[in-house]
């Protein structure tokens, strides 16, 4: 039973990962003709992210089923399931990065500056990598990872 010795590191990772394609795959799924699939993944989404098609990528006609910022989140949760750091440091980090995107939220809403693609995907992924691996590093009792 392999699959029980695994490190919990790997189960995170797996399940951001796993999240992360099941959002990428909708407009696959509308353009092969899986409309039920990706309507329940879309439903599945809609309770963390407001799926405004502006700010999605489009595929095949479609949009992915999350934001920018959302899937720059989870694809950086995947990477940062793997990253170790000393915790003080991740909680830092952590804090910065949710600011950033907060000010980006902020800024915008104010008017200062449009919808930005990648400048909401890349705050996402280094929001998403932090957290990621501090909460990651919680799973070995213990250890400061």
Known sequence: MYFL??????????????????AVATPALMH?????AAFAIRK???????QDPARSWWF???PVAICYR???????????????????MLIRSTTIFAFA???D??????????????????????????LAALIAGSFQRGTTT
């Not at 092969?32 to 039920?36: A, P």
């Not at 599945?44 to 407001?50: D, R, T």
């Not at 720059?72 to 000393?86: K, L, N, Q």
């Open 5 to 22: 010795r695994t490190t919990p590191r790997l189960w995170f990772f797996t399940l951001a990962a796993g999240l992360t394609l099941a």
């Open 70 to 88: 959302c899937l720059g989140i989870y694809a950086g949760v995947a990477a940062g399931a793997w990253w170790r750091a000393p915790r003080p």
């Open 60 to 62: 095949w006609g479609a």
């Open 32 to 36: 092969f003709n899986f409309g039920l």
């Open 44 to 50: 599945f989404y809609s309770v963390v992210c407001h």
């Open 101 to 103: 995107n907060a000010l």
């Open 105 to 130: 939220v902020a800024t915008e809403l104010a008017g200062w500056h449009g919808n930005v693609p990648w400048v909401r995907l890349l705050l996402g992924a280094m929001l998403g990598v932090s």
